[in-house]
Every structure is written in structure tokens, then in C-alpha cells.
Nanobody, 117 residues
Framework: QMQLVESGGGEVHPGGSLTLTCATSGSIFSHFTMHWYRQAPGKQREWVASITSSSNKTYDDLVKGRFTISRDNRKAMMFLEMNGLKPEDTGVYYC???????????WGKGTLVTVSS
């Protein structure tokens, strides 16, 4: 079963940038659609962006134009480049994998992003 490990979180000022990484192992990465979710303090987890195995990308309207999702199928990694960060982007960011066939959605443990002045 795929293992997912997020990294790259941290604390930045408003307007700053961060790039998150999701490193995977244990399964054929290209057989999964990959997603980023986030959970702000006291709120429900929400979808941020998705990328298919052929790199078709979709974004939530709240991050469109500021965030860029990408993947490297050879390295079995996914990325989230975040620019123009706002305080409301604060939260724990999770990567998630959904297999192309049947199978459960898989989750990493998350990485914390804090946007604060």
C-alpha cells in the first residue's frame, strides 16, 4: 500500500511562498490521481487541488492563480507551489492518493503551514 509523507511546511509572512512535497512509496505512483487538501484550525478538511496521472490539474477557486500543483511520476512525488500566501491559507496540508481502479483513498499525516505577520 502506498505510503505518503508531506514536507515543506513552515511559517511565512503574508505574500510569501512555500513549496510542499509529497513523497510516496510502496505503489506505482502513476496509477494514482493525487490531491492536496488542507484543514484550518477548527474547520473541516477542504480540497485544494488535484492532478491526474497525465498531469491534468484542477484547483479550488480560493487558490487558483496562486497555487500550482505538479507531479514527477519517475520520482513518485507530488508538489504544491504556493505563492501570494494569505493568513487564511494557514492549516495542515495533506496529500491524498486515489487509485485509478478500485481501492481506498490514502492520506499522509500532513504538514503545517502558518501564514502570519
Amino acid at each position: 500500500q502506498m505510503q505518503l509523507v508531506e514536507s515543506g511546511g513552515g511559517e511565512v509572512h503574508p505574500g510569501g511562498s512555500l513549496t510542499l512535497t509529497c513523497a510516496t512509496s510502496g505503489s506505482i505512483f502513476s496509477h494514482f490521481t493525487m490531491h492536496w487538501y488542507r484543514q484550518a484550525p477548527g474547520k473541516q478538511r477542504e480540497w485544494v487541488a488535484s492532478i491526474t496521472s497525465s498531469s491534468n490539474k484542477t484547483y479550488d477557486d480560493l487558490v487558483k492563480g496562486r497555487f500550482t500543483i505538479s507531479r514527477d511520476n519517475r520520482k513518485a512525488m507530488m508538489f504544491l507551489e504556493m505563492n501570494g500566501l494569505k493568513p487564511e491559507d494557514t492549516g495542515v496540508y495533506y496529500c491524498s492518493a486515489v487509485p485509478l481502479g478500485t481501492g481506498p483513498r490514502l492520506w499522509g499525516k500532513g504538514t503545517l503551514v502558518t501564514v502570519s505577520s
